[in-house]
């Protein structure tokens, strides 16, 4: 069994793909199991653009801080870029590359993300599976 093959064939849906409208970000509090088999939080981000959807999570590279300044308060005020509400740093957001800010020329962890029957989902790790894995409230 290789490092790859937590869970190369598992997706799990977190939500449906027209829950998040375009050019919106929306945080997920999930929970994610480790190969020794502990369970950990993991935070993610997941941003839909149109017909794309993409996730990183929910840590900025230069502090190791959540990226919302307010909850489920991603953008920038233009709308076109992640930006981490504690220090301004400003990400792509389709490559989750820091473009601005004290952490410039980092990035975000990228998540893997499929839309399979209408659904966002989650693949390539293995996440504890219970009712705590929807969107937050706001």
């Known amino acids: 069994m290789t490092e790859e093959s ?3 064939d ?3 849906a977190i939500c449906g793909f027209n829950d998040i409208p375009s050019r919106r970000a929306v945080g997920f509090h999930l929970v994610i199991q480790d190969e020794d088999g502990t369970h950990r939080p993991w935070p993610i981000i997941v941003v ?3 017909k794309q959807v993409f996730g990183y999570l929910n840590r900025c590279p230069h502090n190791d801080v959540n990226l919302d300044w307010e909850r489920n308060q991603f953008l920038d005020p233009n709308g076109l ?3 981490c509400g504690k220090h ?3 990400f792509e957001i389709g490559t989750g590359r820091c473009v601005d800010g004290p952490c410039k020329g980092s ?3 990228p998540v893997a993300l499929a839309v399979l029957d209408g659904d966002i989902c989650v693949t390539g790790v293995t996440l504890v599976e219970d009712d705590q894995n929807s969107p937050e409230e706001g």
Request: positive net charge.
């Open 6 to 8: 937590t869970a190369p």
């Open 88 to 90: 301004g740093s400003s």
């Open 48 to 50: 839909r653009w149109g």
């Open 107 to 109: 990035g975000l962890t």
């Open 81 to 83: 870029r992640l930006m």
């Open 10 to 12: 598992t997706a799990y």
